[in-house]
């Protein structure tokens, strides 16, 4: 199909017409809508609340809580929840049976993976080891990997990741919760690798979103919250995920009863369950990992192929309808992007997120100078970019439109 012209993209009848067309549209009515007139492009950083997520919660509180109490634990196989939900979401990020563990917020799954690469050489935890990690990545990163250097002495951090020599650990987002720029996952561990190092992907910005494939583009390590593109809800558990070829050589630091081999032995010595259950801790968040469950169930219902297709979609069209606006982004198209953001850049982006708020227009502000509009593809419409962005060149009393 060509491209459409600025004058046609400013239009709102394409939009309506792309929302027509859209295979996806009939996914947003599964989501809880409580205002028709909201719109909401920040579901980049808290999904929509699924219907079957409302049903999913109350059932655990009303039956199996209130009914079945402490028997839940082996009735309703609480104890597993973790694993049991890792295995529904590996398929989504191309992770294998068994190589998925979901709890705990990502803060501690990265602070856990960066420990156990730092340990995969070897069994003597004072061993040093050179940490690189970006200036420009997110800031949870960056904190954890400072953190662990100041608690093993012998670690150091570098920052920067062009040069990987000597480095034994890289942190790195695939996808810039900033700009939406995607990184090449198997060339970029390849890389890595080929240097000595290892590396923690962090899917915050990816699961649910992007098509990842962890088995085959080689990746060791990665980390990732729910509660962004998977609708998993506010503080919904993080995901790890562990290759099971290192399964063996799984040493992770936080070494808690519910990763204990024979968790109700209690006088016996910490020695740790085999795989993912290693990198289980204390009690998992039931209620969290419910409202987790059912959000990954809505992504791996619709399919992340359509849901890729349609963030290509949308993103092509925001960028398209921005750059007819005369708005300026710093998003580059998809492929080169996610597709889950487009980051619209303006000095006042502080002032104008407060007056699009003022609007019932939701969008997501990064300092500087970022406005992010989330596309979570399962519930924006074509026409919600429209209405932002239109109103945005209106508050920016930009430059008339392009043509
Ligand atoms: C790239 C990235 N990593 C980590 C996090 C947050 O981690 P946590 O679940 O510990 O709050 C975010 C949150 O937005 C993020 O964007």
Known sequence: MSKPSPTRTVDRSHAEALDAADPLASWRDEFVI???????????????????????????VE???????????????????PLVVGDELAPIIGAR?????????????????????????????????????????FPTDRYVVDGIARLRPGVRVRSGLTDLDGVDVVVRSLVDYRTAALHDMAAE???????????????????????????????????GCTYKFLN???????????????????????????????????????????GMAAMMNGTPQVLGLTAARSGISV???????????????????????????GLRTSTERPPASSGGHVSVNHPDATELQVQLADRSIIV?????????????????????????LTTLHELCDRAPIRS
Not at 70 to 81: A, E, M, P, Q, V
Not at 104 to 112: A, D, G, Y
Not at 369 to 385: A, E
């Open 299 to 325: 992504t791996a219902d619709a399919g992340i192929d359509a849901i890729a297709a349609k963030a290509h979609a949308l993103a092509n069209y925001t960028l398209d309808l921005a750059d007819a606006l």
């Open 97 to 137: 049976p068994g190589e998925v563990v979901v709890n705990e917020s990502t803060t501690v799954c990265l602070f856990q993976l960066v420990n156990v690469a730092l340990d995969l050489g070897s069994d003597d935890e004072r061993r040093g080891g050179v940490v690189a990690v970006e200036d420009t990545e």
């Open 232 to 274: 998993g809800g506010p503080g919904a558990p993080a995901f790890s995920y562990v290759r099971s070829e290192l399964h063996d050589r799984l040493r992770q630091p936080i070494q808690g009863w519910f990763a204990q081999q024979d968790q109700f032995a209690m006088d016996e010595p910490f020695s740790a369950r085999h």
């Open 364 to 388: 997501d502000k990064r300092d500087p100078d970022v406005l992010r509009l989330g596309l979570s593809p399962l519930t924006t419409r074509f026409v919600d970019v429209h209405t932002a």
């Open 63 to 81: 039956t199996q809580w209130s009914g079945d109490l402490i028997t839940s634990w082996w009735k309703h196989d609480w104890l597993n929840l």
């Open 189 to 223: 561990t390849a890389r890595a690798k080929a240097a000595g190092a290892v590396t923690v992907w962090d899917l915050s910005h990816t699961a649910g979103v992007v098509p990842v494939d962890l088995t085959t583009a080689g990746a060791d390590l990665a980390a």
């Open 34 to 60: 409580n205002d028709p007139e909201l719109v909401y492009l920040d579901g980049n950083s808290l999904g929509m609340t699924p219907k079957r997520t409302v049903a999913a919660v109350r059932d655990v």
